[in-house]
């Protein structure tokens, strides 16, 4: 059964930073992996999508990287604001289970002014 | 395109009464499932259907039922109400591996 971590659950950094969001996952047979942004009382937000050929996905200030073999996503976050603030959550689609998807339960992100 | 709708955003409920959760999407997806989310659980999937007239359970379908006449949309029916399904709940579509969610429902049962 496909398992997703995200560490940390937690992350409080300066404004301005750069900063990197991971995920991790059991099985490495997976098809494709995609970063999702939520807000306060709101629903998820797709940020990229990855298909198990890429390596890496990008859009603005954010890039994706993806390597099956070890197991690994990380979600990079450039120059970092306080806009950037949220809960971060990949998911992973394997194939296996109800509907072959695997949520991780996010990294809760705070960017201090 | 307005993408994934989810109505009500807000409902209570008292124990034992029965309401369903309306999801329509217009960007002709075939996929749609609905997920709930609470707090240290993360989201688990409840009901998908992978087009009009196919449904099928997910991780924790209790207490809900589902149908899907048309594939624009993709009802959530809760037939009597338990404080346990107070939550949060999200409706998504799919296409090309990449999933689209909706604002969410948050419910309340007392």
């Known amino acids: 059964k496909q398992e997703v971590t995200q560490i940390p659950a937690a992350l409080s950094v300066p404004e301005g930073e750069n900063l990197v969001l991971n995920c991790s996952f059991t099985?490495?047979?997976?098809?494709?992996l995609q970063w999702f942004r939520q807000d306060p009382g709101k629903g998820l937000t797709s940020l990229l999508l990855?298909?198990?050929?890429?390596r890496e996905q990008t859009s603005g200030r954010l890039n994706a990287s993806l390597d099956k073999s070890s197991g690994r996503s990380t979600l990079y976050i450039a120059a970092s604001q306080p806009g950037d603030s949220a809960t971060y959550l990949c998911?992973?689609?394997?194939?296996?289970?109800?509907?072959?998807?695997?949520f991780g339960k996010g990294t809760h992100l705070i960017i201090q002014p | 395109n307005a993408g994934v709708t989810q109505t009500p955003k807000f409902q209570v409920l008292k124990t034992g009464q029965s309401m369903t959760l309306q999801c329509a999407q217009d960007m002709n997806h075939e996929y749609m499932s609905w997920y709930r989310q609470d707090p240290g659980m993360g989201l688990r999937l409840i009901h998908y259907s992978v087009g009009a007239g196919i449904t099928d359970q997910g991780e924790v379908p209790n207490g809900y039922n589902v149908s899907r006449s048309t594939t624009e949309d993709f009802p959530l029916r809760l037939l009597s109400a338990a404080p346990s399904q107070t939550s949060v709940y999200f409706c998504?579509?799919?296409?090309?591996?990449?999933?689209?969610f909706g604002e969410g429902s948050r419910l309340t049962v007392l």
């Open positions: 998911a992973v689609y394997s194939g296996g289970g109800a509907d072959g998807l695997t």
């Open positions: 990855i298909q198990s050929s890429q």
């Open positions: 998504a579509s799919k296409i090309g591996g990449e999933l689209f």
């Open positions: 099985d490495s047979a997976i098809y494709n």
